[in-house]
């Protein structure tokens, strides 16, 4: 059964820093692509980064340069590290393969930034 467990949300002023964790299934991470997306009240979810499973990486212009996407496939785990957060940041994030599976949608980490 395919699993993906979130953590590492909380809430941070703005300009702050959090790292995401996203811990995932071996049968799923090996071979795909992963991406973090995030969902803000009343708003669809976006892809806001993506890697490969060769760990090239992709942002949405909106994170550029403030976040960073990684995986350790020794631990089947993928990271987000979110530096110099806005209040528009603030989401429910999850992971989940590019494109994603819609039966793989866990229950995600709340990023809540104050200004």
């Known amino acids: 059964q395919v699993q993906l467990v979130e953590s590492g949300g909380g809430l941070v002023q703005a300009g702050g820093s959090l790292r995401l964790s996203c811990a995932a299934s071996?049968?799923?991470?090996?071979?795909?692509?992963m991406g973090w997306y995030r969902q803000a009240p009343g708003k669809q979810r976006e892809l806001v980064a993506d890697i490969t499973s060769g760990s090239s990486t992709n942002y949405a212009d909106s994170v550029k340069g403030r976040f960073t996407i990684s995986r350790d496939n020794a631990k089947n785990t993928v990271y987000l590290q979110m530096n110099s957060l806005k209040p528009e940041d603030t989401a429910v994030y999850y992971c989940n393969t590019v494109p994603y599976d819609e039966d793989h949608w866990g229950r995600g980490t709340q990023v809540t930034v104050s200004s």
């Open positions: 071996g049968s799923i991470f090996r071979v795909n692509n």
